[in-house]
């Protein structure tokens, strides 16, 4: 008997839940049958599947193909299989497999019976197989083959399907396989399945209101039970309970409500938790569910800023991915920590989670640094379907906004993103997709009242949701970044409440350039910023920055520091969000220089810091930081006794340069003195090394930076030939580089090749990471490009390709 799988929202689970990461194995394609997934797999046996993999969960089967220069990444089925021992320690309790996230089609078999199914990579489900469980017991080969542990085999699929949300259109990968954590849960005979628990406050902060309600998981229809709540506030201390005796109820029922005066409020600053218990008691067994909730007063003023709890507060955000070097959306949840603190420490206290409902690990991160949210469904481009369409998006908006529910990070509920982008079918009808955007905005305020919807880039619905926000790029895909304040004005004039979401530009990691404006120049102004179809292309079109540009670090950073100087004095701005915080992989830019990778971020998909990071930092932190522009530029070029700009990014009032041991002088920190808020040098480099070191203070304490770069002066001419050396070596690992050099041997600072690397012999590249370090093809940054090797304890010969240049090699010994 199929169990349709059922939603599971609960941050800490009724009683008994353990994650399921080790003994896996792992079929990349499909089976005959389910047989072929339970029979024994007998060493020499030809008529056994032979290819399952050992692997552990989270796991993604695009971890690597997905940045694979050489093909498209794997859109298919994939299998799972383990075996385990299960001991529900309950009476009557239920046995249940909790998906935090799965793409994108899952079915789920004990032995051969299968027992759920569901449709949506990226919301929470549970697969009941208590009773499937029990049928198995039965079965001879429970202890017979499988030694008293149950078969769980798990069918995973992401094929390519116009029925379903997100479109194939979109602009990040669409990846399969269990890429979330799963768990192995228990939970008595009666337990929460959902609560709600309603946190407000008015503005001024002295009286919040706590509602709470539930659903129950009671299959058995027991028919009394007792319910007690306790709140906690962020110290610990109990501050509100209550308890009562209930007639079982069916779907969602109010228990409770009570009032806190002058309760400890959220905010991005001092986002306070409380603790609300629940805990259910039936047939004499007890079953806790705990909540964490913040009190927070937010308002999106009409025709006006965001405040929050009474005040106004700049939105600075930037958006996420869930999308990592070697792993693809399989994070674990220390990287997706680390992701989300070095957010924080840039400034940020606002993400937009772009362009699906994220893993529960990222919004309790939120909820607990002070990160403002607006998550979203993957209702992202292609148009819209049919009515198995339509359900899936408003099955994963229920589901979303339920699972979800109680976090105070949250603000804003997305509904779509470039809905006026069409591709996916015949039909492309305007007035059809507003009528649906109006009955998913209707359904997310009849869901959460408490919290507002926003769209994305699709004009003829911007009338329907709460918050919108329009199209403006300015200095990438269309105009120059100087016009940004006049066009977002513009747009906000348009719409009762704006927030802009997706700005910057892409950047190579490690390319830089002497005079990276060059492009503005071949830029027309005044037709706007919005993105248009065939902005994303490196070919055709007229001239824009995304086109013509030279990729670098260098424009970028003066990019943003233009956009961030003109958001301090945006009195109406609610603010905005630099799109992405981090590279992420993507099927539609295999012309990039990293293949399939979307280069906008401000660390690369490893999470190494781009020189953008510390230009954010310097406007939106106070803890005290200093950077002087440059530390991934080894050589600087020019004429001899030619003026060179020294920037120096930093959150102090003041800084004293010294080139070469010598003072330049100080210079005071002025927001609005662009470029690096005043804080330059013209400085005239010695042909060779040159030592930059910057100094400055706050509060008595002296915070300095320090660089060495090259100046070379030579000029040159045409590559013509490349050197590939090996440049260190530590702990099995080698990194090789290659420059690119003219017939004289003068190394070209602005070469573009690109170029492959490659291996014969023992060791392996490390490569498809999706980075510029990272990557067995790829564009040169300033003449060169890095590798690394796992030598593996051997002999290798390393290699280096690239069009009308003669090959090089390299002997890697041990």
């Given at each position: 008997?199929?169990?349709?799988?059922?939603?599971?929202?609960?941050?800490?689970?009724?009683?008994?839940?353990?994650?399921?990461?080790?003994?896996?194995?792992?079929?990349?394609?499909?089976?005959?049958?389910?047989?072929?997934?339970?029979?024994?797999?007998?060493?020499?046996?030809?008529?056994?599947?032979?290819?399952?993999?050992?692997?552990?969960?989270?796991?993604?089967?695009?971890?690597?193909?997905?940045?694979?220069?050489?093909?498209?990444?794997?859109?298919?089925?994939?299998?799972?299989?383990?075996?385990?021992?299960?001991?529900?320690?309950?009476?009557?309790?239920?046995?249940?497999?909790?998906?935090?996230?799965?793409?994108?089609?899952?079915?789920?078999?004990?032995?051969?019976?299968?027992?759920?199914?569901?449709?949506?990579?990226?919301?929470?489900?549970?697969?009941?197989?208590?009773?499937?469980?029990?049928?198995?017991?039965?079965?001879?080969?429970?202890?017979?083959?499988?030694?008293?542990?149950?078969?769980?085999?798990?069918?995973?699929?992401?094929?390519?399907?116009?029925?379903?949300?997100?479109?194939?259109?979109?602009?990040?990968?669409?990846?399969?396989?269990?890429?979330?954590?799963?768990?192995?849960?228990?939970?008595?005979?009666?337990?929460?399945?959902?609560?709600?628990?309603?946190?407000?406050?008015?503005?001024?902060?002295?009286?919040?209101?706590?509602?709470?309600?539930?659903?129950?998981?009671?299959?058995?229809?027991?028919?009394?039970?007792?319910?007690?709540?306790?709140?906690?506030?962020?110290?610990?201390?109990?501050?509100?309970?209550?308890?009562?005796?209930?007639?079982?109820?069916?779907?969602?029922?109010?228990?409770?409500?009570?009032?806190?005066?002058?309760?400890?409020?959220?905010?991005?600053?001092?986002?306070?938790?409380?603790?609300?218990?629940?805990?259910?008691?039936?047939?004499?067994?007890?079953?806790?569910?705990?909540?964490?909730?913040?009190?927070?007063?937010?308002?999106?003023?009409?025709?006006?800023?965001?405040?929050?709890?009474?005040?106004?507060?700049?939105?600075?955000?930037?958006?996420?991915?869930?999308?990592?070097?070697?792993?693809?959306?399989?994070?674990?949840?220390?990287?997706?920590?680390?992701?989300?603190?070095?957010?924080?420490?840039?400034?940020?206290?606002?993400?937009?989670?772009?362009?699906?409902?994220?893993?529960?690990?990222?919004?309790?991160?939120?909820?607990?640094?002070?990160?403002?949210?607006?998550?979203?469904?993957?209702?992202?481009?292609?148009?819209?379907?049919?009515?198995?369409?339509?359900?899936?998006?408003?099955?994963?908006?229920?589901?979303?906004?339920?699972?979800?529910?109680?976090?105070?990070?949250?603000?804003?509920?997305?509904?779509?993103?470039?809905?006026?982008?069409?591709?996916?079918?015949?039909?492309?009808?305007?007035?059809?997709?507003?009528?649906?955007?109006?009955?998913?905005?209707?359904?997310?305020?009849?869901?959460?009242?408490?919290?507002?919807?926003?769209?994305?880039?699709c004009d003829f619905c911007k009338d329907i949701v709460d918050v919108y926000s329009p199209s403006i790029w300015a200095g990438w895909y269309r105009g120059i970044y100087t016009e940004?304040?006049?066009?977002?004005?513009?747009?906000?004039?348009?719409?009762?409440?704006?927030?802009?979401?997706?700005?910057?530009?892409?950047?190579?990691?490690?390319?830089?350039?002497?005079?990276?404006?060059?492009?503005?120049?071949?830029?027309?102004?005044?037709?706007?910023?919005?993105?248009?179809?065939?902005?994303?292309?490196?070919?055709?079109?007229?001239?824009?920055?995304?086109?013509?540009?030279?990729?670098?670090?260098?424009?970028?950073?003066?990019?943003?520091?233009?956009?961030?100087?003109?958001?301090?004095?945006?009195?109406?701005?609610?603010?905005?969000?630099?799109?992405?915080?981090?590279?992420?992989?993507?099927?539609?830019?295999?012309?990039?220089?990293?293949?399939?990778?979307?280069?906008?971020?401000?660390?690369?998909?490893?999470?190494?810091?781009?020189?953008?990071?510390?230009?954010?930092?310097?406007?939106?932190?106070?803890?005290?930081?200093?950077?002087?522009?440059?530390?991934?530029?080894?050589?600087?070029?020019?004429?001899?006794?030619?003026?060179?700009?020294?920037?120096?990014?930093?959150?102090?009032?003041?800084?004293?340069?010294?080139?070469?041991g010598k003072s330049l002088g100080k210079r005071k920190r002025n927001s609005q003195d662009f470029p690096a808020a005043g804080l330059r040098w013209m400085v005239t480099f010695k042909?060779?090394?040159?030592?930059?070191?910057?100094?400055?203070?706050?509060?008595?304490?002296?915070?300095?930076?320090?660089?060495?770069?090259?100046?070379?002066?030579?000029?040159?001419?045409?590559?013509?030939?490349?050197?590939?050396?090996?440049?260190?070596?530590?702990?099995?690992?080698?990194?090789?580089?290659?420059?690119?050099?003219?017939?004289?041997?003068?190394?070209?600072?602005?070469?573009?090749?690109?170029?492959?690397?490659?291996?014969?012999?023992?060791?392996?590249?490390?490569?498809?990471?999706?980075?510029?370090?990272?990557?067995?093809?790829?564009?040169?940054?300033?003449?060169?490009?890095?590798?690394?090797?796992?030598?593996?304890?051997?002999?290798?010969?390393?290699?280096?390709?690239?069009d009308g240049l003669p090959s090089a090699f390299v002997e890697i010994n041990p």
């Open positions: 008997m199929l169990v349709v799988a059922v939603l599971f929202c609960s941050p800490i689970f009724a009683q008994k839940s353990q994650r399921l990461t080790q003994n896996w194995e792992f079929l990349k394609g499909d089976l005959g049958g389910i047989y072929e997934a339970i029979r024994p797999v007998k060493a020499g046996n030809p008529e056994s599947v032979p290819v399952w993999e050992q692997v552990q969960l989270p796991h993604c089967f695009n971890a690597k193909d997905a940045v694979t220069p050489d093909v498209n990444y794997y859109q298919g089925p994939g299998w799972y299989r383990t075996q385990l021992a299960i001991s529900n320690p309950y009476k009557n309790g239920r046995t249940l497999l909790h998906f935090e996230g799965a793409g994108q089609k899952t079915k789920v078999y004990i032995y051969d019976v299968l027992v759920a199914e569901h449709v949506g990579g990226y919301d929470e489900w549970t697969a009941d197989i208590t009773d499937a469980v029990t049928a198995f017991r039965k079965n001879p080969l429970f202890e017979k083959q499988f030694k008293g542990k149950i078969p769980v085999e798990i069918r995973s699929d992401n094929s390519r399907d116009l029925e379903m949300i997100p479109s194939d259109l979109s602009d990040f990968n669409v990846y399969g396989g269990l890429y979330r954590y799963l768990n192995l849960v228990y939970v008595p005979q009666v337990s929460a399945e959902k609560v709600f628990a309603t946190a407000s406050v008015d503005a001024k902060g002295s009286l919040g209101t706590l509602k709470i309600s539930s659903t129950l998981l009671n299959p058995d229809g027991v028919d009394t039970v007792l319910v007690k709540f306790q709140v906690k506030d962020p110290q610990g201390k109990l501050v509100a309970s209550f308890n009562k005796e209930w007639k079982a109820f069916y779907g969602k029922k109010d228990l409770w409500e009570t009032s806190l005066k002058h309760p400890v409020l959220w905010s991005t600053d001092n986002p306070n938790l409380y603790t609300v218990e629940m805990s259910i008691t039936a047939n004499g067994v007890t079953s806790v569910h705990s909540e964490k909730i913040g009190f927070r007063n937010f308002e999106f003023v009409k025709k006006g800023p965001f405040m929050l709890n009474g005040k106004r507060l700049l939105l600075r955000g930037t958006h996420r991915h869930e999308d990592h070097a070697g792993v693809a959306a399989a994070m674990t949840e220390d990287q997706i920590r680390e992701e989300m603190e070095l957010m924080k420490s840039m400034g940020v206290n606002f993400i937009r989670l772009g362009h699906y409902q994220q893993s529960r690990i990222v919004l309790d991160l939120c909820d607990r640094l002070g990160i403002l949210v607006w998550e979203e469904i993957p209702w992202c481009r292609g148009g819209l379907g049919g009515e198995s369409y339509k359900n899936q998006a408003r099955t994963m908006l229920r589901n979303m906004v339920e699972q979800h529910y109680n976090h105070p990070s949250i603000i804003i509920w997305g509904l779509g993103n470039e809905n006026d982008w069409p591709g996916d079918f015949s039909e492309f009808d305007q007035h059809k997709i507003r009528e649906f955007m109006k009955e998913l905005n209707d359904l997310s305020h009849v869901l959460d009242p408490s919290r507002k919807t926003a769209i994305r880039r940004y304040k006049e066009v977002s004005k513009q747009e906000f004039d348009k719409v009762d409440h704006f927030l802009h979401v997706e700005w910057g530009g892409d950047s190579h990691a490690g390319r830089h350039s002497e005079s990276p404006d060059n492009a503005l120049s071949l830029v027309t102004k005044g037709k706007g910023a919005d993105e248009r179809a065939g902005d994303a292309s490196l070919f055709g079109g007229s001239a824009r920055v995304s086109k013509d540009g030279d990729w670098s670090e260098s424009y970028i950073v003066n990019l943003i520091d233009w956009h961030l100087k003109e958001q301090e004095n945006m009195p109406w701005l609610s603010g905005a969000a630099y799109w992405p915080f981090k590279d992420f992989s993507t099927p539609v830019r295999p012309d990039n220089p990293i293949p399939y990778m979307n280069q906008k971020g401000v660390v690369e998909r490893d999470l190494t810091k781009k020189e953008a990071f510390y230009v954010f930092q310097s406007y939106w932190t106070t803890a005290p930081m200093i950077h002087i522009y440059g530390h991934s530029w080894p050589v600087r070029w020019g004429a001899a006794n030619e003026e060179k700009m020294v920037k120096v990014y930093a959150n102090l009032d003041e800084v004293e340069l010294f080139v070469n042909e060779g090394q040159n030592t930059i070191k910057a100094v400055g203070k706050k509060d008595g304490k002296v915070f300095t930076d320090e660089i060495t770069q090259e100046y070379q002066t030579e000029k040159w001419d045409k590559p013509a030939k490349m050197l590939l050396e090996k440049v260190s070596e530590k702990d099995g690992i080698a990194v090789i580089q290659v420059k690119v050099l003219d017939k004289n041997n003068i190394l070209c600072l602005d070469a573009q090749n690109y170029i492959s690397f490659g291996i014969t012999g023992d060791g392996t590249l490390i490569d498809d990471m999706g980075t510029a370090r990272g990557s067995r093809k790829v564009q040169l940054g300033n003449g060169r490009a890095e590798i690394s090797i796992k030598t593996n304890k051997g002999k290798s010969v390393a290699s280096v390709i690239a």
